[in-house]
Nanobody, 121 residues
Framework: QVQLVESGGGLVQAGDSLRLSCAAS????????MGWFRQAPGKEREFVAAISRSGSGTLYAASVRGRFTFSRDNAKNTVYLQMNSLKPGDTAVYYC??????????????WGQGTQVIVSS
């Protein structure tokens, strides 16, 4: 019912900023909470951030709190992850997901294909 496509990844230096986008198909976008997850080479996929259906409530992993901002525009069927003060530890493939807004992968029903973020030095 929902298809998700991430974009905006790239290669940046430590301290730089990036904004990831996730565009959803269909007309039921506002019924889902949304999440961002990431997976670094050799590591398990981990929770990054979640946002409520209306966009009024957000939740962040401790590792990104204060640096990343999650927002959504339901009229455009799109969510955004603004990433500031990037660190080499942020290097990963970032995935957008639709579901309950919980921190567990099992609570999400739909996933995008991912977009790569590489932070050098």
């Amino acid at each position: 019912q929902v298809q998700l496509v991430e974009s905006g990844g790239g290669l940046v230096q430590a301290g730089d900023s990036l904004r990831l986008s996730c565009a959803a198909s269909g007309r039921s976008f506002s019924r889902y909470a949304m999440g961002w997850f990431r997976q670094a080479p050799g590591k398990e996929r981990e929770f990054v951030a979640a946002i409520s259906r209306s966009g009024s409530g957000t939740l962040y992993a401790a590792s990104v709190r204060g640096r990343f901002t999650f927002s959504r525009d339901n009229a455009k069927n799109t969510v955004y992850l603004q990433m500031n003060s990037l660190k080499p530890g942020d290097t990963a493939v970032y995935y957008c997901a639709a579901g309950s807004g919980a921190t567990s992968e099992e609570e999400y029903d739909y996933w995008g294909q991912g977009t790569q973020v590489i932070v050098s030095s």
